[in-house]
């Protein structure tokens, strides 16, 4: 079994392109999608379209929920864009989304934690620049119960696998769409395979057309996001 995983698009056609081009030529057997698939000031629904156009398991997070349930004059203005850029085919497609999933019988699915789309797993928020790993206990905590030997996560858009000392490993893929503190705007997802009784994870780093996204975002009216989307080395602060 070899399967693609991607998460965090943000509404970023030109990094989702990139990455479904670069799958395409990976030989395998399915793509998951972790969630926050369209909030972001580029181009929301073409992100929505290409990705209801793809099969394999796929969740919404949290930034999916807020667009798809709110009322719009409760939006942020970032979330707010989104939602008036989707027809309603794609905000019914978002509310239908499940919370977590289950593929294969072997890998488990969610956006932050199991039990929340917002909590952060494998990596705390951001001071500047800086990410720090939580304790073992706190990681462990999440993990309780979901006995899968592979559990997904996204949401934090730092691309990182742990292996917890009974075998299973969490993996993070990164973010499609919007880079932050990595010192690179390129596109991060990761394939996952299953060979001879034993797991292989890669996380590919894709180029694609950067500068084209931040323009977008600055045409869109969202300037704030111009040095994040063409340069990844800034924090999420002020985006949202």
Aim: charged share 20%; aromatic share 8%.
């Amino acid at each position: 079994m070899r399967f693609a995983v991607i998460s965090d698009v943000h509404g970023n056609g030109l990094a989702l392109d990139a990455v479904l081009t670069d799958i395409a030529v990976q030989g395998v057997d399915a793509t998951l999608c972790l969630g926050d698939h369209v909030s972001g000031p580029m181009d929301p629904g073409a992100v929505a379209e290409r990705l209801m156009g793809l099969s394999g398991s796929m969740i919404r997070g949290n930034h999916d929920r807020w667009v798809s349930e709110t009322e719009p004059d409760a939006l942020d203005p970032v979330d707010g864009f989104a939602r008036a850029k989707l027809a309603p085919r794609h905000l019914l497609w978002l509310s239908g989304l499940p919370d977590t999933a289950v593929f294969n019988g072997e890998v488990f699915l969610c956006h932050g934690t199991p039990q929340s789309d917002t909590e952060v797993w494998l990596d705390n928020y951001w001071q500047g620049r800086q990410s720090t790993l939580p304790d073992p206990d706190t990681i462990l905590g999440h993990a309780a119960g979901i006995d899968y030997p592979i559990i997904l996560c996204g949401h934090t858009h730092i691309a990182r696998s742990v292996r917890l000392p009974d075998g299973r490993r969490i993996i993070n893929p990164g973010s499609v769409g919007l880079q932050l503190v990595h010192g690179s705007p390129d596109a991060r997802y990761a394939i996952i395979e299953r060979r001879a009784g034993r797991w292989l994870t890669s996380i590919r780093v894709v180029e694609y057309d950067c500068a084209a996204a931040a323009r977008q975002a600055v045409a869109n009216g969202f300037k704030q996001w111009a040095p994040a989307l063409a340069t990844g080395w800034v924090g999420p602060e002020g985006l949202f």
